[in-house]
Structure formats: C-alpha cells, structure tokens
C-alpha cells in the first residue's frame, strides 16, 4: 500500500482510494466549467420560453425559488450551487414590466455574491427601449436600466431586435442584439398564400428602413405610409415654444439686465423662428391595389395605428393585410381592436408571453424562436464566435 504524505504526516492510502480521489477531484472540475440555466419570472406563464430553450439546450432549468412578498418585495432563492460557472437567466417581460426587472436584478445580485464566474441576461424583449432619446425634460431611462443590470453584476445580454440599435452603447459589457427577421421571413413564405403577390409596407417614414430590409430578402416592393396617424410625440406646448418673460432693471450703465434665470434675446438680435409642424393627411407611397399589404416593425403595443394604417390600405386596393412585429405587447384593447379590424392576421414572436390575447383574438399567430436564443446560449458558453447567428445581416437590418 502506498505512503502519501499530507502536511508532513504519513498516511496510508489505497490505490483505490487515490483513484477516487482523482475522480472527485475531476468531476468537481467538470462543474467548475458547466453552466446553468435560470428563469427569473415569478409567473408560470412567463417560463414557458425558458423551458423551451433548455428543452433545445438538453439541459434542466435551475432550481430557484422567485416570489413576491405580501408587501409585494421580490424575494429570490437559489437552490444549488452555482459556483464558478456560466449562468445564463431568462427573463422574458409580461406585462407588470416594474416587477420582472426586480426580479432580474435581485437574482443576477443573488448569483454574483454566491461566485458564480459569469452571469448573461437572455432578455428577449428589452424593457424601456423607447425610453433611448432624451425628450423635452425626460430622461434616457434606457442607460438608467443598463447601469442597473452592470451594477446586479449581468456581464453579457442577449437580446432581440432592440427598438434602437445604439442602445448597445449604453452597457459597459457586451450585448449581442439577435434578429427575429429570418423566422419572419421563413413565415411569410410558408404561411401566406401567394405571397408574391405581396408588397411590404412601413407603417412610418422611420421604418422604411426594416420595411426595405424585408422587401430586398422577399424580393417584393416597398410602400411607405405617412401622415398624421403615425405621429409619437405629443406636440403640447411645455413653455419652449417661446422665450418666457424676464424682469429687467436698468443698471447705473443704462444698460438693461435682465433678472430672470431665463434670458431673452438680447436686444437687436432676432433669432429664426422655427416653424411650427403640420402633419400632412395620411398618404401612401407606392402602389398597393389589388396586393397582400405587410406592415412590419419591431413592437406592437397600442393598435390604434395599425387598425388606421390597415383602413387605408384597404381603400386604397390591398385585399389582405398582414402585420409582422418581433415583441408583441398587445396592451389594453389590442385583441379586440384587432378582432374588429380590417387587419386579417398579426404574427409576432414569442419573446413575450401572450397566451390571453391569443384566446382573445384568433388573428394573433406566434413565431417561436428558442432556436435562435437556445444556439447563442450555446456559442457563448463554449467561446464560439456569433457570427453564424447574424449571417446576411446588415448594418441597417
């Protein structure tokens, strides 16, 4: 029996016990460069997308106890160690939006202090994203999330079909920003009768270029709607409109110094005015009679637009009127609205639960694309590069 010495004393220890020794002590390894899939939804219809993707993965989703108390504080419980490994948490968005982004933070905090080695957030729909530009006195509450996600201690995102893609600049880690596009498109072809027939449509001048994205890979033509149905800011007046008034006091020099903390104009200098917007009446640009209309875009929440933009397709000749979204939000009256419309189909992808508004409206299809996020799960871990994922992509897609 062999001698083996520990901290200078002797001790007796089999071959057996060496070769079991030497198992553990590999098998610890193998942990220490696994990794674990972790839903951090709170609700059941929120999980179906996680399960989904560990499904593909051939994985088990990790064991985690996420909860609200009953003063309504999320509470999170990891149940297994995850210590030196990847962990990548699925977090899709339902319509409590506050709720699920607490959840993701306490649980990627919940997972840095318990040392796992990297933490990706695989969130689908990005919450906030049109909250990107600076409007009027708001602010970029987009950046204000990324600093909170990097603070949690989230070192990668996977996301889909951001509303901006220079949100990707507002994280101090790397985002990988995946596309929805080609399962759109494999719908379009296999599910749309005669859809050569079509023409894609954008809903607004600042989606034309999606639209023309979509219409060059179907090789269809390209309408562009444009009117004041499809305006998104609110053209109240918020006091900017024109210089406020100002006190003035007359100094010792004669001079006239204005005492407001808003100064107007100086005197003798008169500044261009800038002219007031008049949005012209709806219009269409391109030929759509007697053609499948497809509006595409990246989010549908309120359908006010769309039900208006499909009345006007409808007059002007289309016979069939598709609209195509990556995250499908369907807020409020969506379904109904939908239901009563001329719009005969909306599909959307799953990376928003929306199981009731299904049974509300038939119209509303789904597109799965776990795939997708199932295979950059997969690349990520094992140091693969990304590019497969976004092959043919453009930098305007």
């Not at 160690?81 to 993701?104: C, K, Y």
């Not at 419309?341 to 509303?364: G, M, R, W």
């Amino acid at each position: 029996m062999p001698i083996r010495r520990f901290g200078g004393h002797r001790s007796l220890v089999s071959n057996s016990q060496t070769s079991k020794l030497s198992y553990g002590y590999k098998k610890m390894n193998v942990s220490k460069s696994g990794y674990r899939v972790f839903s951090a939804n709170s609700t059941t219809a929120c999980t179906e997308l996680a399960k989904k993707i560990t499904e593909r993965l051939g994985v088990e989703l990790g064991r985690s106890v996420v909860c609200q108390e009953s003063n309504k504080e999320t509470r999170v419980d990891v149940k297994e160690s995850v210590r030196g490994q990847d962990i990548f948490i699925i977090q899709t968005i339902p319509r409590d939006v506050n709720t699920a982004i607490m959840e993701l933070l306490v649980m990627a905090y919940a997972l840095k202090t318990s040392c796992a080695k990297n933490i990706i957030g695989v969130i689908p729909y990005f919450p906030y994203s049109k909250q990107c530009k600076m409007r009027k006195r708001g602010s970029i509450v987009c950046k204000l999330l990324a600093s909170m996600l990097a603070k949690a201690g989230l070192t990668h995102i996977i996301t889909m079909d951001l509303h901006q893609k220079e949100i990707q600049g507002f994280f101090s880690f790397p985002v990988d920003n995946l596309r929805a596009s080609p399962f759109l498109i494999q719908y379009i072809q296999e599910e749309i009768p005669d859809y050569r027939n079509a023409i894609i449509v954008a809903k607004s001048p600042s989606a034309a270029k999606r639209a023309q994205s979509y219409a060059e890979r179907l090789r269809l033509g390209l309408a562009v709607m444009h009117g004041e149905a499809h305006h998104s800011e609110s053209d109240m007046a918020d006091g900017r409109q024109s210089p406020p008034l100002s006190r003035t006091t007359t100094g010792h020099t004669g001079l006239e110094l204005p005492c407001s903390r808003y100064q107007a104009p100086f005197p003798g200098i008169e500044l261009p005015i800038m002219m007031a917007k008049e949005k012209p009446p709806i219009t269409v640009v391109g030929d759509v009679g007697g053609r499948i209309a497809i509006i595409v875009d990246d989010i549908i929440d309120d359908v006010d637009d769309y039900v208006a933009a499909a009345e006007i397709l409808k007059e002007r000749g289309a016979y069939k009127i598709y609209i195509m979204a990556t995250h499908g939000l369907l807020s409020a009256d969506a379904p109904r609205l939908i239901e009563e419309s001329a719009i005969d189909e909306v599909v959307v992808t799953n990376t928003v639960p929306h199981e009731v508004q299904k049974l509300q409206c038939p119209k509303i299809k789904t597109v799965d694309v776990s795939m997708i996020l199932a295979e950059a799960i997969r690349r990520i871990h094992n140091g693969e590069s990304m590019a497969y994922l976004f092959r043919n992509i453009a930098v305007d897609d």
